[in-house]
């Protein structure tokens, strides 16, 4: 589990947000995840991605939540497996408060978007607007993506515990989520289909003709589309556009998935 390959870093953070890491007897023990039956395609690509034997098997239960539910459980027991995810940073038992990003190199936007596929949301409020949130116990998470947040969209969150549950909730809605998810779910990701779908929706949102907008819009020329495509990096060309980051970042994104045509070479 290389971390600097993205479906490896999406893997991991998807694990440390939704997986279980079970101690048995001696050596033993178990690593599973258990997903609604709707989402068991996520769970057939950790299979493939992973090279030791783990199964997959249905069930139906009641929850609290509903009286049948009908869930996918993958379950892995290599021991050297489970050690080198748990040197990764997953540890066993309960976990939810203790979980970090990982050490040393690992590619992040895949690793956040394990995240939030796991333990986010992605798509519109009640009102309509667009957003991406997520919810966690963990403090060491939770400041880490409000600085990762800040450098996609420009945008600071405040990192306060839910006085009711004592859980972080971090929401970016409007233009920042539609930022934010433009960055995490790129074409041929890895990721929850219809998480995917929902950032590809969100990402045709218009803020509505008289609501005040946080800044005035500016047309994209060309030229400048030339200059995001040729620099490939939202934050340099944000420098030498004289726009921010975020605009950069979401007209690369409306540019990839045709949601605007390409410029005309010159």
Known sequence: MDLTVPKYAYMFGFLQADGHLHQGAGQKGRLSVELNARDIELLRQFQKLTPYYSSIRERTRSTNFAETAHSAVWSLCSLEARTRINELGLPYGRKSKNITPPPGEFSQRDYLRGVIDADGSVGYTSKGFPFVSLTTASTAIGHWLRQYAKNVTGAERNLKRNARDGIYNLLYAMEPGQSLAAHLY????????????????????????????????????????????????????????????QSCNLRSWRLRTGQVPMPKSQ
Do not use: F, H
């Open 186 to 245: 790129y074409p041929g990701c890895l990721s929850l289909d219809r998480k995917l779908a929902a950032a590809q929706s969100i990402a045709t949102w218009l803020r509505p003709s008289g609501m005040r907008a946080a800044y005035t819009a500016r047309r994209w020329e060309e030229w400048e589309d030339r200059v995001l495509l040729e620099l490939n990096s939202p934050s340099a060309a944000a420098e030498k556009l004289g726009r921010t980051p």
